[in-house]
C-alpha cells in the first residue's frame, strides 16, 4: 500500500494550518419561523457568506450512503463521509440487505441465539429504538426477527422498547408501539408463543448514552430490562398514557422507564441467565456501553448485581477496535484509508477536537469507526467534558471552551490540520425549543467569529460545514396553506429529528484567489478530504471525491 501524498501540481498550500468547523445540525431550512438558523444573529457567518467560497452541500440519503434519499443523513455517516473522501453503504442500507436477503438469519451468530434460547427455554430478548427514524435503529428490523423467532419455533420473545421522540415526532411512540403489541399479540395466539413487550422507557434517560457522558443512563436501564426495576404497567401503551397524563407535553425521548408486570406486579421480561440478547440498534456511538454491560467481565460503572449468564449480540460490531460486541449479525462497513490515516502516515500533525458529546465524531467515526491514534506523534485529539444538563438549558453547551482550547494549541503552530465540532445546533435542536435553538446558533456564529481572525493572522484557511440539519427546522409547515402544523390541543407540533435540508459550505483562505468546481453545489459530503488537502497544497488518492477547489 503506497500511503504517499504528492504535492498538488498547481496549488502550493495555504502557510498556516487548515480548519475544518463541523457546525452539528445546522443546515439551510427554509427561511421562516421554523427556521432557528435563519431566525439566529449570525453576522460571522453572514461575513463569511461574502469573504468565502460558498455553495450548498448534501448531507443526506444516498449521498451519505443510506438506502433511499429520503432517509435523514446523520452525525455518525456525515462524519464518516467527511473522514473517508468516498461514499460507503451505512448501518441501515447494510442490515436492511441482510434482513432481505435473509443472510442475517443464516449466519452463525443467529443460529447461536436461537440454538441457547431452545436448549435454555429462556425467552429471546430484543432492546433497542422502537421507530423507523433510521439513524440507530428501524422498526421493520425488529419486526422481521420477531417474525423469524415465531418461524423457527422459538416459544417466548421479549422486547425492551426505547421511545424516540428525537428523530421522529416527539409524541409518536404509540404509533409504533400499537403495531408491535399487535404483531405480538397474533403470534401469541399460536400454540406455545409467549411474545411480549417487557420494559421501555425514552431514550435521553435509559440505555442509550454514549461517550461516557452519562452512565447512569446506561444503569437506569439495566435496572429497568435486567432487573425489572421500573414502574409497572400492565402493557407499554399503558405505561405510556399514563406518563402523559401526569406530564402533559413531554416527549417521548424523556418518558420515565416502565416494567410491564404480571397481575401480581411480578416483571415479565426480567433478564435471566442462559437467554439470549440482541441489541437490535445498528449505529454505534449509544449501543457501545450497554453492550459493555453486557459483555465485560471487568466493569465498575455501576453495580450490576449479578449480571445474568446470557449469550449477547448486537445488530453490528459498535466498535472494531474494541471488538465490541463480541458477537454481531451484521458486519460493519469496512471504512478504510481515511484522510486522517493519511495525514498520520505523511508525518502531516492534525488536531481533533470537540466536547463530549461529539467527540466520538471528530475522532472514531472521522477515522472509519476506528478507536485510538493511528500514530500518536502527530495526532491529538482534545475532549472538552459536556455537561449533563439538557441542551436546551444551556444552549451554549462547551463552545466557549472548545474555541479556548482549540485557538491554544493551533497558536502553538505544530499542527497543519484542526477539526472542531460545536454540537449546539444538534443537541438542542434535538430538544424542539425553538428559543434554545436560536441561542444554540447563535453561540456557534460567536465561536467562528473568534477562528476567522486567527485563521487570517496565520494565513490558514477554514472550511466551515455541517454534518446534517436539524435546528434548521423546527416544526414543519402544511405545504398547501404554509401554517405551522398543530397537535390535538392547538400547539405547534415540535420537530426534533434530523432534516433533509442542504448543508452550507464556506471555504476561506485569506489573500487566495481560488474558486469552486462548477459541480460543487449540490456536492456530497464526501468531497471535503479532497478539498482539505488541496488547501494543504497536497493531491488527493485517486479514489477519493474530488476537491470542490478548481485546480
Known amino acids: 500500500m503506497n500511503w504517499e501524498l504528492r504535492q ?15 457546525m452539528d445540525g445546522i ?21 463569511l457568506q461574502n469573504l468565502a467560497l460558498s455553495a450548498r452541500l448534501t448531507a443526506h440519503g444516498k449521498a451519505v450512503g443510506m438506502p433511499d434519499d429520503s432517509d435523514m443523513g ?21 442490515v436492511t440487505r441482510a434482513v432481505a436477503s435473509g443472510s442475517l438469519f443464516e449466519g452463525p451468530c443467529w443460529q447461536q ?46 422486547i425492551h422498547a426505547l421511545l424516540d421522540g428525537r428523530d421522529v415526532p416527539e409524541t409518536s411512540a404509540l404509533d409504533y408501539i400499537e403495531p408491535l403489541e399487535n404483531l405480538l399479540a397474533e403470534i401469541s395466539r399460536s400454540p406455545d408463543r409467549d411474545y411480549r413487550v417487557a420494559s421501555g422507557g425514552g431514550r435521553m434517560l435509559i440505555t442509550m448514552d454514549r461517550y461516557a457522558a452519562d452512565w447512569s443512563m446506561v444503569e437506569r436501564g439495566w435496572k429497568t430490562h435486567v432487573q425489572g426495576e421500573a414502574r409497572g404497567f400492565a402493557s407499554a401503551r399503558e405505561a405510556i ?40 440498534n445498528f449505529r454505534g456511538d449509544r449501543a457501545i456501553e450497554i453492550s459493555q454491560a453486557f459483555e465485560n467481565d471487568a466493569f465498575d460503572r455501576f453495580d450490576r448485581g449479578a449480571r445474568p449468564n446470557t449469550l449477547y449480540a448486537g445488530m453490528m460490531q459498535y466498535d472494531g477496535d474494541l471488538q465490541l460486541p463480541s458477537r454481531y449479525l451484521v458486519a460493519p462497513p469496512e471504512i478504510d484509508r481515511t484522510v486522517g490515516e493519511y495525514l498520520a502516515r505523511n508525518r502531516i500533525p492534525q488536531l481533533a477536537i470537540s466536547e463530549t458529546q461529539k467527540f466520538g465524531h471528530v475522532t472514531y467515526f ?47 503552530g505544530r499542527y497543519r490540520h ?15 425549543n425553538l428559543e434554545a435553538s436560536i441561542a444554540a446558533v447563535e453561540s456557534v456564529d460567536h465561536e467562528i467569529g473568534r477562528l476567522i481572525p486567527v485563521v487570517e493572522q496565520m494565513h490558514g484557511a477554514i472550511i466551515v460545514t455541517a454534518d446534517h440539519g436539524n435546528a434548521d427546522c423546527m416544526f414543519d409547515v402544511d405545504t398547501k396553506t404554509g401554517e405551522a402544523l398543530r397537535d390535538s390541543t392547538g400547539k405547534i407540533a415540535a420537530k426534533t429529528s434530523h432534516t433533509l435540508n442542504p448543508v452550507p459550505l464556506h471555504i476561506y483562505a485569506p489573500g487566495k484567489a481560488l474558486r469552486l468546481t462548477p459541480g460543487a453545489d449540490g456536492a456530497p459530503l464526501a468531497h ?8 494543504l497544497g497536497l493531491q488527493a488518492p485517486e479514489d477519493y471525491e474530488p476537491s470542490l477547489i478548481a485546480s
Request: glycine share 10%.
Open 418 to 432: 484542526a477539526r472542531v465540532n460545536y454540537a449546539n445546533g444538534d443537541m438542542v435542536g434535538h430538544t424542539g
Open 241 to 280: 398514557e399514563t406518563y402523559r397524563s401526569e406530564e402533559p407535553g413531554l416527549s417521548d425521548q424523556w418518558l420515565p422507564p416502565f416494567a410491564v408486570v404480571e397481575s401480581d406486579g411480578s416483571p415479565i421480561g426480567r433478564i435471566r441467565d442462559h437467554s439470549a440478547v440482541v441489541f437490535f
Open 8 to 22: 498538488h501540481p498547481n496549488f502550493p498550500g495555504v502557510e498556516g494550518p487548515v480548519l475544518i468547523c463541523v
Open 366 to 412: 472521522w477515522n472509519g469507526n476506528r478507536s485510538g491514534y493511528f500514530d500518536d506523534q502527530y495526532e491529538n485529539y482534545i475532549e472538552v467534558p459536556s455537561d449533563t444538563l439538557p441542551s436546551d438549558q444551556r444552549p451554549e453547551m462547551r463552545a466557549e471552551e472548545i474555541t479556548d482550547a482549540l485557538i491554544r494549541e493551533i497558536g502553538t
Open 528 to 535: 471535503i478530504p479532497a478539498t482539505l488537502l488541496h488547501l
Open 113 to 158: 441465539l436461537t440454538e441457547r434460547v431452545r436448549a435454555s427455554d429462556q425467552p429471546m430478548h430484543f432492546i433497542g429504538l422502537l421507530s423507523d427514524g433510521n439513524v440507530h435503529s428501524h422498526i421493520d428490523h425488529l419486526f422481521a426477527m420477531v417474525r423469524r423467532c415465531h418461524k423457527e419455533g422459538i416459544e417466548q420473545v421479549r
Open 27 to 47: 443546515g439551510i431550512g427554509r427561511n421562516d419561523e421554523s427556521d432557528a438558523v435563519w431566525l439566529a444573529q449570525t453576522p460571522h457567518l453572514d461575513r
Open 74 to 94: 446523520n452525525s455518525e455517516v456525515g462524519h464518516n463521509a467527511l473522514g473517508a473522501g468516498r461514499i460507503f453503504d451505512q448501518g441501515a442500507k447494510l
